[in-house]
């Protein structure tokens, strides 16, 4: 078992940022990837970026440039530092742990980008 624990979501003005972490406990050395997706409201989650085991990073096309993926092993957390925000970057930011056996999902925190 995995347990995920996002923070770090809030309201932001356009151009502005936000780091999110994402807390891992559990079942830690089983865990192969880390991933953020994201949830519009009516929109399918989308992929936002993922960090592997040995640092390996991939970001979707919109993050490339301002999204960063990090990982903290001594404190069991991974980061998602977001700069220039913009409306479109508002949604639900979900942190995910891939498995060998199972896919794992926090409870997600609301980002809201507006003036």
């Known amino acids: 078992q995995v347990q995920l624990v996002e923070s770090g979501g809030g309201l932001v003005q356009p151009g502005g940022s936000l780091r999110l972490s994402c807390v891992v406990s559990?079942?830690?050395?089983?865990?192969?990837?880390m991933n953020w997706y994201r949830q519009a409201p009516g929109k399918q989650r989308e992929f936002v970026a993922g960090?592997?085991?040995?640092?390996?990073?991939n970001y979707v096309d919109s993050g490339k440039g301002r999204f960063t993926i990090s990982r903290d092993n001594a404190k069991d957390t991974v980061y998602l530092q977001m700069n220039s925000l913009n409306p479109e970057d508002t949604a639900v930011y979900y942190c995910?742990?891939?498995?060998?056996?199972?896919?794992?999902w926090g409870q997600g925190t609301q980002v809201t980008v507006s003036s």
């Open positions: 960090i592997t085991n040995d640092g390996s990073t």
């Open positions: 995910n742990a891939e498995t060998p056996a199972y896919s794992y």
């Open positions: 559990g079942s830690i050395r089983s865990i192969y990837i």
